[in-house]
């Protein structure tokens, strides 16, 4: 797999999100939990985008570890 696959299909799944919260009743829960989830679904591209400008190869694998982090 090339850098930018991963890069792509991270940010082809936060798509996908967005298009299915559209179709969440709006009310106050339908609101809450589909803008928390659009939120959690867009941070590991930015996370990512954040490791691949790392200075080292130790800083890269600290921040793919705050990625992994966060998306537990």
Do not use: W
Request: negative net charge; glycine residues 6%; hydrophobic residues 35%.
């Amino acid at each position: 797999m090339k850098t930018n696959d991963l890069e792509e299909r991270i940010i082809d799944f936060a798509v996908s999100i967005i298009k299915i919260i559209e179709d969440v009743n709006n009310n106050y829960s339908g609101n809450y939990y589909g803008n928390q989830l659009i939120r959690s679904s867009g941070a590991p591209a930015l996370n990512y985008g954040e490791a691949r400008s790392a200075e080292s190869h130790k800083d890269f694998v600290h921040k793919m570890g705050i990625c992994l982090k966060e998306l537990r």
